[in-house]
């Protein structure tokens, strides 16, 4: 069974700083590696996507991916209080047709 | 402008009735997907579809049933045989191969 995981949170920072989210994944032949940005109530937004190793800049947005140790993350700089959401990880899994391996998501508030 | 869109935005079941949720897409996207959210849990795949007039199975498919009859368009029924139908229901699309999946705005299926 392959797998994804994240701290559940909550993962609390003030405003204007950097927020830091993980994720693990289980399948090292893992290729490509999606972030999503849900608000309560609301579905998720595609927010980063990567595929090789290294970092991978949008914005405020930085992916990093490390591929030796099946762990990638989302830095958010300069956090703002309207980034206080669920993130979720996900992983693509091919022998179901594509279908996103979702984490539990790590739930993020910023602190005015 | 190109999206997913979900209809209706709420729906509600009475025992023993099917319902059928929409999902239509403009974004010419090959395969379309299916997930269902539990509240504080994470998303699990109950169908998906690479190409038209051909659907698969996912995680939890008891209870549901697809179509897949034109490229834009892949409805969800929720039949009485699924006993525990209240959630969030998701639809997705995506090109095929390492393309991340997009959402649409969803829809909230209560029992009642």
């Known amino acids: 069974q392959k797998e994804v995981e994240q701290n559940s949170g909550p993962l609390s920072v003030p405003e204007g700083a950097i927020a830091s989210l993980n994720c693990t994944y289980s399948?090292?032949?893992?290729?490509?590696f999606f972030w999503y940005r849900q608000y309560s109530g609301k579905s998720p937004e595609l927010i980063m996507f990567?595929?090789?190793?290294g970092d991978k800049e949008d914005g405020r947005f930085t992916a990093q991916l490390n591929k030796a140790s099946q762990y990638v993350s989302l830095l958010i700089r300069d956090s703002q209080p309207s980034d206080s959401a669920t993130y979720l990880c996900?992983?693509?899994?091919?022998?179901?047709?594509?279908?996103?391996?979702f984490g539990q998501g790590t739930e993020l508030s910023v602190k005015p | 402008d190109g999206g997913i869109t979900q209809s209706p935005k709420y729906l509600f079941r009475k025992e023993g009735q099917n319902v059928t949720l929409s999902c239509e897409q403009n974004?010419?996207?090959?395969?379309m997907y299916w997930y269902r959210q539990d509240p504080g849990q994470g998303l699990r795949l109950i169908y998906y579809s690479q190409i038209v007039n051909d659907f698969q199975k996912g995680d939890i498919a008891e209870g549901y049933s697809v179509s897949r009859e034109k490229k834009e368009s892949f409805p969800l029924t929720v039949t009485s045989a699924q006993k525990n139908p209240t959630a969030f229901y998701l639809c997705?699309?995506?090109?095929?191969?390492?393309?991340?999946?997009?959402f649409g705005d969803g829809t909230r299926l209560s029992i009642l």
């Open positions: 974004l010419n996207h090959d395969a």
């Open positions: 996900a992983v693509p899994d091919y022998n179901q047709g594509g279908k996103l391996i």
């Open positions: 399948d090292r032949g893992s290729q490509s």
């Open positions: 997705a699309s995506s090109f095929p191969g390492d393309q991340p999946q997009h």
């Open positions: 990567i595929y090789s190793n």
